[in-house]
Structures are given as structure tokens and as C-alpha cells.
T-cell receptor
């Protein structure tokens, strides 16, 4: 089954404690991206990757890092989480040169106290 | 800057009562207009892509249409299982395959 898998699905942490949200896709997609979803603001892009070892900032990259060492994986790293990073996070992927349809994961709900 | 505005924010319909959701957009060169469905606690699920004004697509009780400034998602004779949040998004020709999303319309179908 084609899917984007995120872990953890739910996480409560404290300010300053580094955490990583993993994302893996099994569709051999070149492009992967992270979004955050907040009430009243919709989905906003954090970072994206056009292929292995190629990453760049989206609209709201402050406080986040990413890496793309393998085609299937695209982890999101919060080096020193703060309460304003409390949000619902989605990883997504798509095939370049295709229909432009983004495939989304199930989401990771993060609470930073 | 690309922008997407959806209306209404929320809509309650009786089962079988048809209606339309609106998506107004501005974009610097439209690559595509996307509709997604999102259920509580789930990721957005792709419904349609529209590429140019005048295009229409259908899937079961849903029909999406596109003009140069807006898109409509028409829901005909909805059922309770159509209850969800419907998201509209645009992709621009220039950029990184990013989608700019609206804040969605939360649709509730009452049996």
C-alpha cells in the first residue's frame, strides 16, 4: 500500500528538549515536504526536499532542521522546541513530473510545554 | 504572494441537501488548483486537480469547477459520510511544488 508514515503520532515534550519526527514514504517519490497546520492559518510549508541531499526552506522554517540522506526518509528536527511550535505536523511527498498531487502522512500532534 | 480564501468556514446541511463550497485564489501563474478532504485526526486526502479555467471534474457526489479567480466544490445529495473539512490549495508555476492552502470549510451532513 502506498503511504507516508510519520512517527510519533502524538508527543508531549518540554521547552528545549530536542526531538525528531520521522517521515518515510514507500512510493519512490523524489520530492518530500513538511507542513504545519494551525487553526485559522491553514497548512504552511516548513521545509522541502527536491531529492537526496537537496533541501531548502519553506515559508516558516525558523526553529526547524531537516535532512535527506536517503530517498525514502525526511526527518524533521526541533533542536530546541518552544511552545509556539505546538502544532499538527504533516509530511508529504510527490512524484516530480507527475500530476502535482501531494500524498500526506497521518500527522504528528506535538505539544511543547 | 499566493493566497487562498475559502467560504463558508462551516456548513451544516441535511442529508440530500445540495450546496457549494467556494475557493477564491490569487496566484502568480497557476500550476494547478487542488481539492483535498480531511477527516478529524487524519492527513489530507487528495480529491481533484484542476489545471485551467473551464475545467470540471467529478467523483461520486462531488464536482469541482474552476474559473480564473475561483473554484467551486459542488456537493449533490450529500450523505453523512461526506462530513469532513474540505481544503482548497493552489500550486504556482514557479517554485518548489509547494501548495498554498486555504483554511478549509468544515462540512457537516445531518442524517
Amino acid at each position: 500500500e502506498a503511504q507516508v508514515t510519520q512517527n510519533p503520532r502524538y508527543l508531549i515534550t518540554v521547552t528545549g528538549k530536542k526531538l525528531t519526527v520521522t517521515c518515510s514514504q514507500n512510493m519512490n517519490h523524489e520530492y518530500m515536504s513538511w507542513y504545519r497546520q494551525d487553526p485559522g492559518l491553514g497548512l504552511r510549508q516548513i521545509y522541502y526536499s527536491m531529492n537526496v541531499e537537496v533541501t531548502d526552506k519553506g515559508d516558516v522554517p525558523e526553529g526547524y532542521k531537516v535532512s535527506r540522506k536517503e530517498k525514502r526518509n525526511f526527518p524533521l528536527i526541533l533542536e530546541s522546541p518552544s511552545p509556539n511550535q505546538t502544532s499538527l505536523y504533516f509530511c508529504a511527498s510527490l512524484r516530480l513530473g507527475g500530476t502535482g498531487e501531494l500524498f500526506f502522512g497521518e500527522g504528528s500532534r506535538l505539544t511543547v510545554l | 504572494e499566493d493566497q487562498v480564501t475559502q467560504s463558508p468556514e462551516a456548513l451544516r446541511l441535511q442529508e440530500g441537501e445540495s450546496s457549494s463550497l467556494n475557493c477564491s485564489y490569487t496566484v502568480s501563474g497557476l500550476r494547478g488548483l487542488f481539492w483535498y478532504r480531511q477527516d478529524p485526526g487524519k492527513g489530507p486526502e487528495f480529491l481533484f486537480t484542476l489545471y485551467s479555467a473551464g475545467e470540471e471534474k467529478e467523483k461520486e457526489r462531488l464536482k469541482a469547477t474552476l474559473t480564473k479567480k475561483e473554484s467551486f466544490l459542488h456537493i449533490t445529495a450529500p450523505k453523512p459520510e461526506d462530513s469532513a473539512t474540505y481544503l482548497c490549495a493552489v500550486g504556482a508555476n514557479f517554485g518548489n511544488e509547494k501548495l498554498t492552502f486555504g483554511t478549509g470549510t468544515r462540512l457537516t451532513i445531518i442524517p
